[in-house]
């Protein structure tokens, strides 16, 4: 499914040109920036860990294309090694960058870096950020082990660390909900089984939830509940590395109700889970990977879908916020260039387009 629609060379170098002068020009033009992701959403792509080839990629609505390599191109040097994610928040781009331990900020107009977070100023183990106000941030970070899992609090303003707070092993996905943040700890090196709730203007846990083993992903409805994904525990024999059955646990999805567990849906098989739950604009459609096919359901459903809705690997997942879309990412390897494709809420192939090495999420 990888396309390429750049057909030579001249048009490519036409197309760079345009937008190099559509940038420099912006300010003067249109002093005021448009919504975030009116127009156009940026995919992450995580490359191989330990190869330092990370990269990001920019989709243009208007044009109706896809940039590449947006971070090092604008600012002439390499972005790092193991893109996790990627968050816009307030004008800006906060890039998560796992294994190079640091976050970069840009300008989300013009991909121009504005700052970078890195060890000197408290990360560690990066995974995922949460804008907060316009001068604090959040973000999740394993720690050197793995396991001893925080959430930094980033002052925004100065672009350093001024505190953390102890939460679990592994967090993953936060999101800020009710007016509390709720943290996934999906276990990282080791395991856990618990959804932190955190009050934002104190920067204290008020509620710790057990949901079951190694939540990942979270997303909220348009009923305010909570829904988290995990990948279920496996416990693997010393002797053979054969997977204990009896001691493992399968994936599963549950929804949270005034922040207690309403009913949990177990995965059918023990060796994978749900991930990457994601919500459509209306609050109403839930999309997740399992078995590296996208799944839907209703928010009203009691029982997990049998069937895929669209029957292909993907490695990212993502819904378009303005048009309700799904976007996929898919990676052949770990060292060739992936795929971003865009479907129709019901699952009709839109277009696909080449990116870079291993897309794993969307950023809007």
């Not at 972005?79 to 640091?102: E, H, P, W, Y």
């Not at 990360?123 to 001068?135: A, D, K, Q």
């Not at 592994?170 to 700890?185: D, H, K, R, S, T």
């Amino acid at each position: 499914m990888n396309f390429n629609f750049w057909h030579s060379f001249n048009f490519w170098a036409l197309f760079l040109f345009t937008n190099i002068i559509f940038i420099s020009c912006g300010d003067d033009e249109d002093p005021t920036p448009s919504p975030p992701a009116q127009d156009g959403y940026f995919i992450v792509n995580e490359g191989g860990f330990g190869n330092a080839n990370t990269s990001l990629s920019y989709y243009d609505r208007q044009k109706d294309s896809v940039l590449n390599k947006v971070f090092s191109n604008t600012n002439n040097r390499p972005l790092g090694d193991q893109t996790q994610s990627m968050a816009v928040f307030d004008d800006r781009g906060f890039i998560v960058v796992q294994n190079s331990a640091k976050i970069e900020v840009i300008d989300r107009e013009t991909f121009e870096s504005l700052a970078t977070i890195g060890v000197d100023e408290g990360i560690i183990s990066p995974r995922y950020f949460l804008g907060i106000s316009p001068t604090k941030g959040y973000v999740t970070d394993w720690g050197a082990d793995g396991v001893s899992g925080t959430v930094k609090v980033l002052d925004l303003e100065n672009y350093e660390v001024i505190s953390s707070i102890p939460v679990g092993a592994g967090p993953n996905e936060l999101i800020l909900a009710n007016n509390q943040v709720y943290v996934a700890n999906g276990g990282g090196f080791g395991s856990d089984s618990t959804v932190v709730v955190i009050d934002p203007q104190t920067d204290t846990i008020i509620e710790e939830i057990v949901v079951g083993d190694n939540p990942s992903s979270l997303t909220v409805d348009t009923n305010g509940n909570i829904w988290v994904v995990g990948v279920g525990k496996l416990v693997y024999d010393p002797v053979d590395f054969s997977v204990v059955e009896t001691e493992s646990t399968p994936g599963f999805i549950a929804r949270l109700e005034n922040d207690e567990v309403a009913f949990t849906l177990p995965a059918a098989q023990i060796n994978t889970g749900p991930a990457s739950i994601r919500v459509d604009p209306a609050g109403q459609q839930l999309y997740f990977r399992y078995q590296g096919d996208i799944h839907q359901m209703g928010i009203t459903d009691i029982a997990l879908p049998t069937n895929p809705l669209i029957d292909e690997s993907f490695y990212g997942l993502a819904v378009d916020p303005i048009s309700g879309e799904i976007l996929t990412g898919k990676a052949p390897n770990f060292s060739s260039v992936g795929s971003f494709t865009r479907y129709s809420p019901s699952g009709d192939l839109i277009r696909s387009y080449t990116v870079g090495i291993a897309p794993n999420g969307f950023a809007f």
